[in-house]
Nanobody, 130 residues
Framework: QVQLVESGGGLVQPGASLTLSCVGS????????IGWFRQAPGKEREGVSS????????NVADSVKGRFTISRDNGKKTVYLQMMDLKPEDTAVYYC???????????????????????YGKGTLVTVSS
């Protein structure tokens, strides 16, 4: 059974940084493109960033460009989302997802749903508030 587990969320003040982690069980993440998406209360889901299996292709949503960095350590079978200069509008549940090939760039441009996402985890809550 494939499971993705996100961790690293929490309550932080505006301007702070957080790094989220994503690990898998029943699947080797190093073979897959991975994306992070978020959903804030009352808002639509938004693809934040994606990374190919080798790390050579990275896509970042305009809303977080320059502040969020996706990376992966295939040796540790972990994908990270480093978030800096967090803003209250970044408050959301953050999910990592295994992406279907061909959807890595679309993932940050529009919601791809099950067309582009094969599996996703239960999420980790990030709250940015003073």
């Amino acid at each position: 059974q494939v499971q993705l587990v996100e961790s690293g969320g929490g309550l932080v003040q505006p301007g702070a940084s957080l790094t989220l982690s994503c690990v898998g069980s029943g699947v080797s993440l190093d073979y897959h493109g991975i994306g992070w998406f978020r959903q804030a209360p009352g808002k639509e889901r938004e693809g934040v960033s994606s990374i190919s299996s080798t790390g050579r292709e990275i896509n970042v949503a305009d809303s977080v460009k320059g502040r969020f960095t996706i990376s992966r350590d295939n040796g540790k079978k972990t994908v990270y989302l480093q978030m800096m200069d967090l803003k209250p509008e970044d408050t959301a549940v953050y999910y990592c997802a295994i992406l279907r090939p061909g959807y890595y760039s679309d993932f940050v441009a529009r919601w791809v749903g099950s067309y582009g996402i094969e599996y996703y985890g239960k999420g980790t809550l990030v709250t940015v508030s003073s």
